[in-house]
């Protein structure tokens, strides 16, 4: 083994001082987009990051510690949770009430992750992947980023200054930046707003204050047993809360095989034949459903920490558990989360105009970079009726669509009873089930999914 394979391999060897930094490096490096799902959702800072640190060791168990990968917050499912959020609202419910319903959703979700894994499992990867080709997850993506704005540029308003504070430090970050900088432009938008903003008395910190150093991630009361064990659930609630997220899994599960195959290719390793894909599946999929359960946001494997490992040449995935471990310990920190959740709207805002467009963005490249081609009728009747439905729907006001303050999305929905339970189909579950249905029949050779293994990233990140 060469002296540069040794000190790829070998962190060990670069003593314990440089480890612990190199462990602190990848924890700056996710936390900006980890903790900035929470703030726009209203999940608990703590659980998430909790959960966050526990399904990435728990994905490093399973993969045989194997895959340096890092799980943190997905924003494939933020659309998600406003649906369910207003869906619950109309039902006079509070954000908080209706939050545990959408957690079933997301743990619905993870639990396909274990389906795919299976049949990943006895057929080969590339068999199962054929049905969900770029011409279908890319413009699934593109609507997610597209379905989210509005909310970004209602969170702006509040105080536009700030807003372009963060987006303009984003921005240099990511284009002219050097080393770490560069990596964590995310973490940095939120850093410097938040500090105008602090400067300028534009920000609360009574919270702070009152909150204790040291207490426990998560309240039962916010979790899936809380709501169950209320002995009050809404049956119509429940059942839409899960056949509107579920389909949002079939992108997070691209986005996750093109984020292996972008990591194997950084370290120079097969990941998806050594340790197979259907163990980073399972240990995405176990991590997202289980933190679900706990009141914590989806995770997904994070492109961010991939670009530590291209920046620091160190591929040991010790390193990456020890951030995980970081994690963990700060979510016993509620001084902590107070100070994260008294960001000012207006930094959320800004960030999330940057995070949000990403996700268009993503959707587009994924396409690009799989050479789509939309010289065939079939092809762009799929992209269209997707992008068609996933639109119309959430925005459309004769179905209950009413995009008002920021945080406040009351997004549109197909409705039916089933019984005595109303069911709702959001935008984007209807368009991902009719885009999987359409790209099966249609005549004509259908795409196959060959992730990008050079410039895959995670939804919303760069």
């Not at 190199?22 to 800072?45: C, K, N």
């Not at 973490?187 to 909150?211: N, P, Q």
């Not at 599946?281 to 706990?294: Q, R």
């Not at 009719?434 to 005549?443: C, D, E, K, R, T």
Request: charged residues 10%.
């Amino acid at each position: 083994m060469s002296k540069e394979e040794n000190a790829i391999y070998n962190a060990k060897e670069l003593g314990t001082g440089k480890v612990v930094v190199l462990g602190l490096q990848h924890l700056f490096a996710m936390f900006g987009s980890t903790v900035l799902v929470p703030i726009l959702t209203g999940l608990s800072v703590s659980a998430t990051l909790l959960f966050a640190g526990l399904a990435t060791l728990f994905m490093h168990l399973v993969t045989g510690k194997k895959v340096p990968v890092f799980l943190g917050s997905s924003f494939a499912f933020l659309g998600g949770y406003f649906s369910v959020v207003a869906a619950g609202g109309e039902l006079g419910m509070t954000q908080r009430e209706a939050l545990p319903y959408a957690c079933v959703g997301v743990a619905c979700a993870g639990l396909l992750y274990l389906i795919l894994s299976a049949i990943c499992k006895a057929f080969g990867s590339k068999r199962v992947m054929r049905f969900f080709p770029p011409v279908v997850t890319g413009p699934i993506i593109i609507a997610i980023g597209l379905i989210l704005a509005p909310s970004a540029i209602n969170s702006c308003s509040t105080n536009w200054l700030i807003a372009l504070v963060a987006i303009v430090v984003i921005v240099v970050c990511n284009i002219w930046g050097k080393g770490m900088i560069k990596i964590v432009p995310i973490l940095m938008g939120v850093l410097v707003s938040y500090l105008v903003a602090a400067l300028a008395g534009k920000v609360d910190f009574s919270g702070v204050k009152e909150a204790a150093w040291i207490g426990l991630p998560v309240q039962m009361q916010d979790t899936v047993f809380g709501l169950f064990g209320s002995g009050d659930v809404n049956k119509g609630l429940l059942v839409s809360s899960i056949i509107m997220i579920v389909p949002i899994a079939f992108a997070t599960m691209m986005e996750h095989v093109g984020d292996i195959s972008a990591i194997g290719s950084t370290i120079g390793k097969n990941l998806i034949e050594d340790p197979g894909l259907h163990r980073t599946l399972i240990g995405d999929g176990i991590g997202t459903a289980i933190a679900a359960l706990f009141g914590a946001p989806a995770n997904t494997t994070y492109g961010e920490n991939t670009g530590v490992l291209v920046l620091t040449k160190v591929y040991d995935p010790m390193v990456v558990r020890l951030a995980a471990v970081f994690a963990v310990v700060l979510s016993f920190c509620p001084k902590f989360a107070a100070l994260i959740s008294a960001m000012p709207t207006a930094t959320v805002g800004g960030v999330s105009i940057v995070l949000y467009g990403m996700i268009s963005a993503v959707g587009v490249r994924n396409m690009v970079e799989n050479h789509t081609d939309f010289q065939k009728s079939r092809n762009v009747i799929v992209a269209a009726v997707i992008l068609g439905l996933a639109l119309g729907i959430n925005f459309s006001g004769s179905l209950g669509a009413n995009i008002t303050t920021a945080g406040n999305n009351a997004t549109g929905a197909i409705s039916f009873m089933v019984g005595d339970m109303k069911i709702a189909l959001s935008g984007l579950a209807v368009a991902s089930i009719v885009g999987i249905v359409l790209n099966a029949i249609l005549p004509d050779k259908r795409e196959e999914y060959m992730p990008n293994t050079q410039n895959s990233g995670s939804l919303g990140k760069f």
